[in-house]
Protein backbone atom coordinates (compact mmCIF):
# COMPACT_ATOMS: atom_id res chain seq x y z
CA UNK A 1 0.00 0.00 0.00
CA UNK A 2 1.31 3.37 -0.66
CA UNK A 3 1.34 5.77 2.13
CA UNK A 4 -0.40 8.88 0.79
CA UNK A 5 -0.72 12.55 2.63
CA UNK A 6 -3.45 14.92 1.22
CA UNK A 7 -2.63 18.43 1.86
CA UNK A 8 -5.73 20.35 1.92
CA UNK A 9 -9.24 19.72 2.85
CA UNK A 10 -11.27 22.32 0.75
CA UNK A 11 -13.60 21.84 -2.87
CA UNK A 12 -10.46 19.82 -3.85
CA UNK A 13 -9.40 18.04 -0.48
CA UNK A 14 -12.44 16.73 0.44
CA UNK A 15 -13.08 14.65 -3.29
CA UNK A 16 -9.04 13.44 -2.42
CA UNK A 17 -9.67 11.63 0.59
CA UNK A 18 -12.54 9.80 -0.40
CA UNK A 19 -10.44 9.13 -3.62
CA UNK A 20 -7.46 8.11 -1.85
CA UNK A 21 -9.59 5.78 0.84
CA UNK A 22 -11.02 4.41 -2.26
CA UNK A 23 -8.04 3.31 -4.35
CA UNK A 24 -6.91 -0.13 -3.39
CA UNK A 25 -3.31 0.78 -3.99
CA UNK A 26 -3.44 3.78 -1.44
CA UNK A 27 -3.26 3.99 2.59
CA UNK A 28 -4.09 7.63 3.84
CA UNK A 29 -1.17 8.23 6.10
CA UNK A 30 -1.73 11.88 7.20
CA UNK A 31 -4.06 14.73 6.30
CA UNK A 32 -2.43 17.96 6.39
CA UNK A 33 -4.95 21.46 7.10
CA UNK A 34 -4.48 25.04 7.63
CA UNK A 35 -7.65 26.28 9.87
CA UNK A 36 -7.08 25.40 13.58
CA UNK A 37 -10.83 24.50 14.10
CA UNK A 38 -10.16 21.36 11.89
CA UNK A 39 -6.71 20.40 13.52
CA UNK A 40 -7.43 17.13 15.12
CA UNK A 41 -10.56 16.34 13.54
CA UNK A 42 -11.13 12.36 11.86
CA UNK A 43 -10.40 12.44 7.91
CA UNK A 44 -13.52 10.66 7.26
CA UNK A 45 -15.65 14.05 9.07
CA UNK A 46 -13.55 16.66 6.63
CA UNK A 47 -14.38 14.58 3.84
CA UNK A 48 -17.88 13.72 4.16
CA UNK A 49 -17.65 10.16 4.88
CA UNK A 50 -19.65 8.00 7.61
CA UNK A 51 -17.60 6.58 10.46
CA UNK A 52 -14.07 7.03 10.84
CA UNK A 53 -10.78 6.77 8.87
CA UNK A 54 -8.78 6.39 12.28
CA UNK A 55 -6.41 9.60 10.11
CA UNK A 56 -6.51 12.94 12.33
CA UNK A 57 -6.44 16.38 10.98
CA UNK A 58 -3.26 17.83 11.87
CA UNK A 59 -1.33 21.37 11.11
CA UNK A 60 2.49 20.18 11.18
CA UNK A 61 3.92 19.69 7.89
CA UNK A 62 7.45 18.98 9.36
CA UNK A 63 6.49 16.08 10.96
CA UNK A 64 3.94 15.31 7.94
CA UNK A 65 7.31 14.79 5.53
CA UNK A 66 9.96 13.70 7.89
CA UNK A 67 7.31 11.02 7.74
CA UNK A 68 8.10 9.82 3.99
CA UNK A 69 5.18 9.78 2.28
CA UNK A 70 5.19 8.03 -0.72
CA UNK A 71 2.94 9.94 -2.44
CA UNK A 72 1.14 13.82 -1.58
CA UNK A 73 -2.45 14.77 -2.88
CA UNK A 74 -1.49 18.67 -2.57
CA UNK A 75 -5.06 20.27 -2.85
CA UNK A 76 -4.22 23.94 -1.62
CA UNK A 77 -4.91 26.34 -3.54
CA UNK A 78 -2.54 28.30 -6.35
CA UNK A 79 -4.78 30.46 -7.39
CA UNK A 80 -3.71 33.57 -5.08
CA UNK A 81 -0.92 31.94 -4.12
CA UNK A 82 1.19 30.59 -6.51
CA UNK A 83 4.53 31.22 -4.54
CA UNK A 84 3.38 29.52 -1.46
CA UNK A 85 1.77 26.97 -3.26
CA UNK A 86 5.25 26.35 -5.60
CA UNK A 87 7.38 26.28 -2.32
CA UNK A 88 4.90 23.91 -0.10
CA UNK A 89 4.86 21.24 -3.50
CA UNK A 90 9.04 21.61 -3.88
CA UNK A 91 8.74 20.75 -0.02
CA UNK A 92 6.82 17.26 -0.19
CA UNK A 93 9.00 16.74 -3.40
CA UNK A 94 12.33 17.05 -1.47
CA UNK A 95 11.05 14.46 1.12
CA UNK A 96 10.71 11.78 -1.64
CA UNK A 97 7.04 11.96 -2.56
CA UNK A 98 5.05 11.90 -5.91
CA UNK A 99 3.03 14.72 -5.58
CA UNK A 100 -0.14 15.43 -7.92
CA UNK A 101 -1.91 18.47 -7.52
CA UNK A 102 -4.12 20.90 -9.75
CA UNK A 103 -3.12 24.16 -8.25
CA UNK A 104 0.02 25.29 -10.40
CA UNK A 105 -1.46 26.24 -14.23
CA UNK A 106 1.44 27.11 -15.57
CA UNK A 107 2.92 23.36 -15.06
CA UNK A 108 0.04 21.80 -16.84
CA UNK A 109 2.00 21.99 -20.25
CA UNK A 110 5.86 21.29 -18.19
CA UNK A 111 7.41 21.34 -21.21
CA UNK A 112 6.60 25.27 -21.87
CA UNK A 113 6.24 26.25 -18.64
CA UNK A 114 8.46 29.09 -17.57
CA UNK A 115 11.74 28.61 -16.07
CA UNK A 116 11.00 29.88 -12.87
CA UNK A 117 8.62 27.66 -11.75
CA UNK A 118 10.02 24.04 -14.02
CA UNK A 119 13.52 25.02 -12.82
CA UNK A 120 12.77 24.97 -8.69
CA UNK A 121 10.79 21.73 -9.60
CA UNK A 122 13.77 20.15 -11.52
CA UNK A 123 15.80 20.93 -9.05
CA UNK A 124 13.37 19.31 -6.02
CA UNK A 125 13.23 16.38 -7.83
CA UNK A 126 17.10 16.22 -8.33
CA UNK A 127 17.54 16.99 -4.75
CA UNK A 128 14.66 14.48 -2.92
CA UNK A 129 14.08 12.03 -5.78
CA UNK A 130 9.97 12.84 -5.91
CA UNK A 131 8.18 13.19 -9.02
CA UNK A 132 4.81 16.20 -10.06
CA UNK A 133 1.89 15.67 -11.92
CA UNK A 134 -0.24 18.55 -12.25
CA UNK A 135 -3.51 17.95 -13.77
CA UNK A 136 -7.30 18.60 -13.67
CA UNK A 137 -10.68 18.98 -15.44
CA UNK A 138 -10.40 22.47 -16.94
CA UNK A 139 -7.58 22.61 -17.30
CA UNK A 140 -7.39 18.94 -17.39
CA UNK A 141 -8.99 16.04 -18.94
CA UNK A 142 -11.42 18.28 -20.57
CA UNK A 143 -8.57 19.44 -22.82
CA UNK A 144 -6.58 17.13 -23.05
CA UNK A 145 -6.73 13.71 -23.16
CA UNK A 146 -10.69 13.71 -23.70
CA UNK A 147 -10.54 15.28 -27.22
CA UNK A 148 -7.32 13.41 -27.95
CA UNK A 149 -9.11 10.27 -27.60
CA UNK A 150 -12.19 11.47 -29.44
CA UNK A 151 -9.96 13.25 -32.33
CA UNK A 152 -8.89 9.70 -32.69
CA UNK A 153 -12.28 8.32 -34.05
CA UNK A 154 -12.22 10.39 -36.83
CA UNK A 155 -11.12 9.90 -40.43
CA UNK A 156 -9.90 13.84 -40.54
CA UNK A 157 -10.35 16.44 -38.45
CA UNK A 158 -10.80 20.02 -39.13
CA UNK A 159 -10.80 21.48 -35.70
CA UNK A 160 -11.23 20.37 -31.93
CA UNK A 161 -13.37 22.71 -29.44
CA UNK A 162 -13.41 22.08 -25.76
CA UNK A 163 -16.47 23.93 -24.08
CA UNK A 164 -16.92 24.25 -20.17
CA UNK A 165 -20.80 25.79 -19.65
CA UNK A 166 -21.60 26.66 -16.68
CA UNK A 167 -24.16 27.96 -14.44
CA UNK A 168 -21.12 29.72 -11.54
CA UNK A 169 -24.25 30.88 -9.06
CA UNK A 170 -23.49 26.93 -8.48
CA UNK A 171 -19.74 27.18 -7.81
CA UNK A 172 -18.55 27.20 -4.37
CA UNK A 173 -16.16 29.86 -4.36
CA UNK A 174 -18.04 32.85 -4.59
CA UNK A 175 -15.24 35.46 -4.24
CA UNK A 176 -13.61 33.53 -6.92
CA UNK A 177 -16.63 33.95 -9.01
CA UNK A 178 -17.42 37.78 -7.74
CA UNK A 179 -14.08 38.84 -7.95
CA UNK A 180 -11.79 36.95 -9.99
CA UNK A 181 -14.39 36.43 -12.70
CA UNK A 182 -16.36 39.68 -11.98
CA UNK A 183 -20.09 38.47 -11.79
CA UNK A 184 -22.07 41.53 -10.36
CA UNK A 185 -19.43 44.06 -10.62
CA UNK A 186 -20.21 46.83 -13.28
CA UNK A 187 -19.49 46.23 -16.84
CA UNK A 188 -16.20 48.50 -16.33
CA UNK A 189 -14.65 46.59 -13.50
CA UNK A 190 -11.64 44.68 -15.02
CA UNK A 191 -11.95 41.00 -13.52
CA UNK A 192 -8.16 39.64 -13.30
CA UNK A 193 -9.39 36.41 -14.65
CA UNK A 194 -10.21 37.93 -17.80
CA UNK A 195 -7.40 40.37 -18.41
CA UNK A 196 -5.17 40.09 -21.22
CA UNK A 197 -2.75 37.15 -20.88
CA UNK A 198 -3.93 35.48 -18.17
CA UNK A 199 -6.37 33.37 -20.03
CA UNK A 200 -3.73 32.09 -22.24
CA UNK A 201 -1.72 31.74 -19.32
CA UNK A 202 -4.28 28.77 -17.20
CA UNK A 203 -4.98 27.03 -20.84
CA UNK A 204 -2.64 27.90 -22.99
CA UNK A 205 -0.35 24.58 -22.10
CA UNK A 206 -3.53 22.76 -22.90
CA UNK A 207 -3.63 24.27 -26.07
CA UNK A 208 0.10 23.24 -26.96
CA UNK A 209 -0.63 19.94 -25.26
CA UNK A 210 -3.55 18.63 -27.86
CA UNK A 211 -0.83 20.34 -30.72
CA UNK A 212 1.65 17.91 -29.67
CA UNK A 213 0.17 15.35 -29.64
CA UNK A 214 -1.51 16.08 -32.96
CA UNK A 215 2.00 16.71 -34.56
CA UNK A 216 0.64 20.20 -35.48
CA UNK A 217 2.53 23.15 -35.46
CA UNK A 218 1.03 26.53 -33.88
CA UNK A 219 2.02 29.89 -35.58
CA UNK A 220 0.20 31.91 -32.12
CA UNK A 221 -2.27 31.51 -29.44
CA UNK A 222 -4.97 34.34 -29.37
CA UNK A 223 -7.86 35.17 -26.94
CA UNK A 224 -11.28 36.36 -27.49
CA UNK A 225 -13.81 37.82 -25.12
CA UNK A 226 -17.37 38.76 -24.40
CA UNK A 227 -19.14 39.98 -21.81
CA UNK A 228 -22.96 40.34 -21.36
CA UNK A 229 -24.95 42.75 -18.30
CA UNK A 230 -27.87 41.30 -16.53
CA UNK A 231 -31.24 42.69 -18.15
CA UNK A 232 -32.88 42.47 -14.65
CA UNK A 233 -31.98 41.93 -11.51
CA UNK A 234 -31.47 37.97 -10.51
CA UNK A 235 -31.59 35.90 -7.30
CA UNK A 236 -29.77 32.97 -6.86
CA UNK A 237 -30.05 30.06 -4.61
CA UNK A 238 -26.22 29.93 -3.58
CA UNK A 239 -24.76 33.25 -3.96
CA UNK A 240 -27.61 35.83 -2.93
CA UNK A 241 -28.29 38.90 -5.82
CA UNK A 242 -27.39 40.38 -8.79
CA UNK A 243 -28.36 43.40 -9.99
CA UNK A 244 -29.58 44.38 -13.30
CA UNK A 245 -26.76 45.99 -15.52
CA UNK A 246 -23.27 44.20 -13.74
CA UNK A 247 -21.59 41.77 -15.58
CA UNK A 248 -24.24 38.30 -15.30
CA UNK A 249 -22.39 36.22 -18.65
CA UNK A 250 -18.51 35.80 -19.99
CA UNK A 251 -17.45 33.86 -23.14
CA UNK A 252 -14.04 33.74 -24.32
CA UNK A 253 -11.78 31.90 -26.37
CA UNK A 254 -8.30 31.03 -26.19
CA UNK A 255 -7.63 29.61 -30.19
CA UNK A 256 -4.64 27.49 -31.19
CA UNK A 257 -3.80 28.91 -34.71
CA UNK A 258 -2.61 26.18 -37.33
CA UNK A 259 -2.13 27.50 -40.67
CA UNK A 260 -3.79 30.89 -40.65
CA UNK A 261 -7.05 29.61 -38.59
CA UNK A 262 -8.33 28.42 -34.96
CA UNK A 263 -8.01 24.64 -34.95
CA UNK A 264 -7.65 23.94 -31.40
CA UNK A 265 -10.20 26.11 -28.99
CA UNK A 266 -11.13 25.87 -25.25
CA UNK A 267 -13.96 27.98 -24.96
CA UNK A 268 -15.72 28.92 -21.50
CA UNK A 269 -19.45 30.36 -21.51
CA UNK A 270 -20.15 31.15 -18.02
CA UNK A 271 -23.26 32.63 -16.71
CA UNK A 272 -24.14 33.15 -13.04
CA UNK A 273 -27.81 33.01 -14.12
CA UNK A 274 -29.40 31.01 -17.41
CA UNK A 275 -31.89 34.06 -18.52
CA UNK A 276 -28.54 36.31 -19.60
CA UNK A 277 -27.02 35.41 -23.17
CA UNK A 278 -29.20 32.28 -23.96
CA UNK A 279 -28.48 32.71 -27.41
CA UNK A 280 -24.81 31.68 -26.18
CA UNK A 281 -24.17 27.53 -25.92
CA UNK A 282 -26.34 26.35 -23.16
CA UNK A 283 -25.70 22.83 -21.16
CA UNK A 284 -28.40 20.21 -21.49
CA UNK A 285 -30.14 21.19 -18.11
CA UNK A 286 -29.30 24.72 -17.59
CA UNK A 287 -26.07 23.55 -15.15
CA UNK A 288 -23.35 22.80 -16.44
CA UNK A 289 -21.64 20.28 -18.67
CA UNK A 290 -17.69 20.10 -20.70
CA UNK A 291 -18.01 19.37 -24.15
CA UNK A 292 -16.04 18.27 -26.68
CA UNK A 293 -16.89 18.63 -30.59
CA UNK A 294 -14.68 17.47 -33.21
CA UNK A 295 -15.55 19.03 -36.74
CA UNK A 296 -14.51 16.71 -39.48
CA UNK A 297 -15.19 13.44 -40.69
CA UNK A 298 -17.28 12.40 -39.35
CA UNK A 299 -18.16 15.71 -36.89
CA UNK A 300 -18.34 14.04 -33.25
CA UNK A 301 -19.75 15.64 -30.36
CA UNK A 302 -19.57 14.45 -26.36
CA UNK A 303 -21.36 15.87 -23.47
CA UNK A 304 -19.53 15.05 -20.12
CA UNK A 305 -22.25 15.93 -16.59
CA UNK A 306 -20.25 15.26 -13.46
CA UNK A 307 -22.26 15.26 -9.93
CA UNK A 308 -20.79 14.59 -6.32
CA UNK A 309 -21.93 16.07 -2.78
CA UNK A 310 -25.96 16.35 -3.29
CA UNK A 311 -26.19 16.39 -6.65
CA UNK A 312 -23.25 19.53 -7.59
CA UNK A 313 -21.82 20.02 -10.70
CA UNK A 314 -18.97 21.56 -9.19
CA UNK A 315 -18.26 18.92 -6.61
CA UNK A 316 -18.16 16.40 -9.38
CA UNK A 317 -16.11 18.23 -11.79
CA UNK A 318 -13.65 18.68 -8.90
CA UNK A 319 -14.08 14.57 -8.37
CA UNK A 320 -13.07 14.00 -11.46
CA UNK A 321 -9.63 16.38 -11.26
CA UNK A 322 -9.04 14.41 -7.97
CA UNK A 323 -9.88 10.75 -9.74
CA UNK A 324 -7.28 11.88 -12.56
CA UNK A 325 -4.56 12.56 -10.73
CA UNK A 326 -5.04 10.02 -7.42
CA UNK A 327 -5.25 7.22 -10.02
CA UNK A 328 -1.81 8.29 -11.55
CA UNK A 329 0.00 7.78 -8.30
CA UNK A 330 0.85 4.16 -8.26
CA UNK A 331 1.88 4.63 -11.88
CA UNK A 332 3.86 7.35 -10.49
CA UNK A 333 5.19 5.66 -7.92
CA UNK A 334 6.59 2.88 -10.31
CA UNK A 335 8.43 5.55 -12.42
CA UNK A 336 11.89 6.92 -12.41
CA UNK A 337 11.81 10.95 -10.75
CA UNK A 338 10.34 13.19 -12.57
CA UNK A 339 8.60 15.88 -13.61
CA UNK A 340 5.54 14.49 -15.80
CA UNK A 341 2.29 16.01 -17.96
CA UNK A 342 -0.94 14.61 -19.38
CA UNK A 343 0.67 12.90 -22.31
CA UNK A 344 2.84 11.09 -19.88
CA UNK A 345 0.40 9.62 -17.73
CA UNK A 346 -2.04 6.99 -18.99
CA UNK A 347 -5.70 7.39 -18.03
CA UNK A 348 -6.57 3.86 -16.91
CA UNK A 349 -9.64 2.27 -16.39
CA UNK A 350 -10.69 1.74 -12.25
CA UNK A 351 -9.26 -1.45 -12.18
CA UNK A 352 -10.01 -2.86 -8.31
CA UNK A 353 -12.46 -0.30 -7.81
CA UNK A 354 -15.91 -1.22 -8.79
CA UNK A 355 -18.35 -2.10 -6.50
CA UNK A 356 -16.32 -0.48 -4.21
CA UNK A 357 -18.16 2.84 -3.61
CA UNK A 358 -18.19 4.82 -0.10
CA UNK A 359 -21.09 7.07 1.16
Not at 85 to 108: E, K, N, S, W
Not at 120 to 148: E, Q
Not at 162 to 189: A, K, N, W
Not at 223 to 229: H, P, Q, V
Request: proline share 6%; with cysteine.
Amino acid sequence: MISTVVWGTGNVGRAAIRAVEAHPALRLTAVLVHHPDKVGRDAAGLAGLDGRLGVAATDDIDAVLAAAPQAVVYAASGDLRPDEALADIGRAIRAGAVVVTPALYALYDQRGAPPELRDPILAAIADGGGSLFVSGVDPGWGNDVLPLLISGLGSTVDAIRCQEIFDYSTYEQEDSVRHLIGMGHPMDYEPLMLAETIPTMVWGGQIRLMARALGAELDDIRETLERRALDTSVSTRTMGDFEAGTQGAVRFEVQGIVGGVPRIVIEHVTRIHPSCAPDWPTPPDGAGAHRVIIEGRPRIEVTVESTDEGESRSAGGNATAVGRLVGAIDWLVDMEPGLYDALDVPLRPATGKLGRSKQ
